[in-house]
């Protein structure tokens, strides 16, 4: 299953349902505390039961609708590319489309409420029959199928729930009146099929911005030393290591009773005060058997005395391959990388590999990566189907999938402007290329104050000219030779490029 969609309503800061369209690769942008890694946080918790990085609390309810009353969080996550056969009661094969379990669009809409931010209810939004003779089918025992079928529904097989459903629904086919309902799954009989679903579901794993990047962290001392706790804690190797110790106890106690049985025959008093001390399973430490292991570099230098980027690129690193360990392990069949700026502690060159590196990852089948980012470098490696642009309206907060943008053609220095007041030549150039190739320079320069400009002529002397703001900065910039002017100023570009977004609009 892959991520289509995201629902998010009363958590945080997201008090209106707020929907997000989700890719292969979906990087958020905007302002501090905007809401970004809201986003991936909510997922975590949906995903995670509050058992990963993320525990659901009182304090994420959202604030205004606390005092208007309304105390639930609602979550939803939208599938596709759904399994074209699970099985979702006993043994029985079965898909989605036949037990009515899909919405209006074809998907799998798993919505998850969380009244007074406790425990959640589960429910699947699906286009399902109301017929008050075959609805609620899935929450029916076998024994109630059949007496359905009893009334002259004919049925090949009475053993299987999901053939019987299937019978039932079949008869009834010219008036299913099929609605769009919301099935609760976390109650009686029904709990079954959410038991089942999860376990064609993506894993989710969260990789946190503020992730500690100290030395008392375990996993910066060493990744190694975490991936050893992680692998002693297999249920299959606890059990293959019981069976050594205990084959170890028994040949230690031949050894010490041999001993005993030796020493009795020359000091019996002696022998009998004395007894073999043998560690039980259970306080055997196996980790410091291992407490050597560790990855460092050519001078034997350990991690945690690396540079904070190197430190983090290693745990990035550790963090995928953790994240890939346990999706086998759970026989997951995909996996959801959501990270939080990958770009901290990151020189630039090491921000384009990297980005590069989670393209490619996100290109790899039943793979996915969510991102927040505060780098414009980062942005700008991107393709603009990747981007979601955060923001906070009059209206309330938006997550726009296409960029309200002032040029007609999507522009990834616009997405900086907007997303993190970016201010740059580059954007300034970009801009007033657009106005000059659609020919109105002689209608953006009508009205506007001037300013003195000295020109270098080609005899070498210098003329002042009388030109716009915006003119005066794109001259500065294609002749940074000429330097008998004031440089201009950050705010003067800021107000430049203002300018000319503010005409752009006015177009019609």
């Not at 376990?199 to 030395?215: I, M, T």
Request: proline share 3%; with cysteine.
């Amino acid at each position: 299953m892959k991520l289509k969609s995201v629902r998010i309503k009363n958590f945080r800061c997201y008090k209106d349902e707020s929907n997000i369209i989700i890719g292969d690769l979906t990087a958020f942008v905007g302002k501090n505390d905007i809401g970004k890694s809201t986003i991936l946080e909510a997922l975590d918790i949906f995903f995670n039961d509050s058992k990963g990085v993320i525990k659901i609390d009182k304090e994420d309810i959202n604030k205004t609708a606390l005092a208007q009353g309304d105390n639930e969080i609602s979550i939803a996550v939208v599938f596709e590319e759904l399994p074209t056969t699970l099985v979702i009661d006993s043994t029985n094969e079965t898909n989605l489309q036949d037990e009515y379990l899909l919405n209006g669009a074809g998907c799998l809409e798993v919505i998850k409420k969380y009244p007074n931010a406790g425990k959640e209810k589960v429910f699947i939004k699906a286009l399902h029959p109301t017929n008050s003779q075959c609805k609620d089918l899935l929450s029916k025992k076998d024994s109630e199928l059949r007496t359905i079928l009893s009334s002259g529904i004919e049925c090949k097989d009475r053993t299987r729930n999901a053939v019987m459903r299937k019978a039932i629904w079949k008869h009834f086919t010219t008036d299913l009146q099929q609605q769009e309902v919301e099935i609760d799954v976390s109650k009686g009989d029904s709990k079954s099929i959410w038991d089942k679903l999860q376990d064609y579901l993506p894993l989710y794993s969260l990789f946190q911005s503020d992730r500690k990047n100290s030395d008392g962290d375990s996993e910066v001392q060493d990744p190694l030393q975490e991936a050893v706790k992680q692998i002693l804690n297999n249920e299959e190797l606890k059990i293959l290591l019981n069976k050594v110790a205990t084959e170890v106890e028994t040949k230690l106690r031949e050894v010490a009773g041999s001993t005993l049985e030796k020493l009795n025959e020359l000091n019996p008093d002696i022998a009998n005060s004395l007894n073999p001390i043998i560690p039980t399973t259970d306080n055997l430490k196996w980790l410091d058997v291992f407490k050597k292991v560790s990855i460092a570099g050519d001078e034997a230098i350990p991690i945690n005395k690396r540079g904070s980027g190197i430190k983090r690129l290693i745990l990035l690193s550790f963090f995928r391959a953790e994240a890939e360990r346990r999706r086998t392990e759970r026989h997951s069949p995909s996996i959801v990388y959501a990270i939080e700026e990958p770009e901290t502690s990151q020189h630039t060159e090491h921000q384009k590999k990297l980005m590069s590196a989670l393209l490619t990852l996100s290109q790899a089948t039943n793979t996915q990566i969510l991102l927040t980012t505060h780098s414009a470098v980062a942005v700008k490696e991107l393709r603009f189907e990747h981007i979601r642009l955060v923001a906070q309206t009059i209206a309330g907060k938006t997550i726009e999938e296409v960029i309200p943008n002032q040029l007609p053609y999507p522009s990834l220095n616009e997405v900086n402007f907007l997303a993190f007041n970016e201010v740059t030549e580059e954007y300034h150039n970009e801009l007033y290329g657009f106005i000059e190739a659609e020919g109105w320079l002689t209608l953006f320069r009508n009205g506007k104050p001037t300013i003195s400009y000295n020109k270098i002529q080609r005899d070498s002397s210098i003329r002042q000219e009388q030109i716009i703001l915006t003119e005066f900065i794109r001259h500065q910039i294609h002749h940074p030779e000429n330097t008998n002017n004031v440089r201009f100023a950050h705010q003067q570009l800021l107000d430049s490029i203002k300018l000319m977004r503010d005409f752009i609009s006015s177009q019609p």
